[in-house]
């Protein structure tokens, strides 16, 4: 296991159109969080999973925006009718349940979303 | 309010000069503040973390500080190197809750020849 792994690493897609985004966490990692970043700015969280249940999601996830970990393993993130303000690095992070120091926290190399 | 402000927004050195970044929050209850690295166009890699008993922590030239009490802290960066040229992100754990990450918006560090 290498670490958090996101697929695709770029992604150039015309607005309106809909894109799925891949991340395979560290595989004894059971939680999964996913997260937008913007130019110059720091992340945004987006959602959060304990194994297949999706626990959190924070408002900047519109209607548009759908995230999965159907077997608690890998996750999707879907965004429908994309528009240029989606542009944006998609970043994943994965770490075990049992992770108050933090150490295990990883990310992945982030998916980078070009709308145009 | 959970924030985390991070200083100077940017920096520029000379190869081989020392540097020290500045973070200052306010996230309560906090459990540890890490530092990440962040590459253009690749995802944050961990540096330090450090909670609330550790008032300072080395990772090769990057050393960590923590004041608790001052809700402070600060990361030098030794004798530069080009591949220093990063953004370098300060991140606050709170104690509770699954989203416990306070970002700061980082600070964009260029290390010239």
């Known amino acids: 296991d290498t670490g958090v792994s996101q697929n695709p690493r770029h992604k150039i897609t015309k607005r309106g159109q809909n894109v799925t985004f891949r991340c395979d966490p560290i595989?004894?990692?059971?939680?999964l969080y996913w997260y937008r970043q913007t130019l110059g700015q720091g992340p945004e969280f987006l959602t959060y999973f304990q194994n297949e249940a999706q626990l959190e999601k924070s408002r900047l996830l519109s209607d548009r925006f759908s995230a999965e970990r159907p077997k608690g393993s890998f996750s999707t993130l879907e965004i429908q009718r994309t528009e240029q303000g989606d542009s944006a690095m998609y970043l994943c992070a994965s770490s075990p349940t049992d992770d108050a120091g933090g150490a295990g926290y990883t990310f992945g190399s982030g998916t980078r979303l070009t709308v145009v | 309010k959970n924030q985390v402000e991070q200083s100077p927004q940017s920096l520029i050195i000379l190869e081989g000069k020392n540097c020290t970044l500045q973070c200052n929050y306010t996230v309560s209850p906090f459990s540890n503040l890490r530092w990440y690295k962040q590459d253009t166009g690749r995802g944050p890699v961990s540096l330090t973390i450090?909670?609330?008993?550790?008032n300072t922590k080395s990772n090769g030239r990057y050393t960590a500080t923590l004041d608790a009490d001052t809700k402070q802290s600060s990361l030098h960066i030794t004798a530069s190197q080009l591949s220093d040229s990063a953004s370098y992100i300060c991140?606050?754990?709170?104690?509770?809750?699954?989203?416990?990450?306070?970002f700061g918006t980082g600070t964009r560090l260029t290390v010239i020849p």
């Open positions: 595989s004894e990692h059971n939680r």
């Open positions: 450090m909670t609330f008993s550790e």
């Open positions: 991140v606050v754990s709170r104690q509770t809750g699954a989203n416990n990450l306070f």
